[in-house]
């Protein structure tokens, strides 16, 4: 059974920084993209950022570029977000996904494994 475990949310003031950590378990995803979503409430889930290690890709939202950060330990099967310069409207649940293809995409139809979520609150 293919498990995605987030952990390393909270609450941060405006500038702060968080580190989000992805955990996969079940199979290996050394080979297929994995990203980052998140979805604030009363909002359609959006992307954040996705890599494929293997094929040295990354993909980032305008949203976050220059700010937030993923990377992947393949021999862990686990990926990371580090997210700096935090603003209150990053506030949301952050939700990892893993998918079975080969091509980064930003489209959530694009992952077929997810995480349960993990929220993340930036005040002002």
């Known amino acids: 059974q293919v498990q995605l475990v987030e952990s390393g949310g909270g609450l941060v003031q405006a500038g702060g920084s968080l580190r989000l950590s992805c955990a996969a378990s079940?199979?290996?995803?050394?080979?297929?993209?994995m990203g980052w979503f998140r979805q604030a409430p009363g909002k359609e889930r959006e992307f954040v950022a996705a890599v494929n290690w293997y094929w040295g890709s990354t993909s980032y939202a305008d949203s976050v570029k220059g700010r937030f950060t993923i990377s992947r330990d393949n021999a862990k099967n686990t990926v990371y977000l580090q997210m700096n310069a935090l603003k209150p409207e990053d506030t949301a649940v952050y939700y990892c996904?893993?998918?079975?293809?080969?091509?980064?995409?930003?489209?959530?139809?694009?992952?077929?494994?997810w995480g349960q979520g993990t929220q993340v609150t930036v005040s002002s």
């Open positions: 079940g199979r290996t995803f050394s080979m297929n993209p």
């Open positions: 996904a893993a998918s079975t293809g080969t091509v980064v995409t930003i489209a959530p139809s694009g992952y077929y494994y």
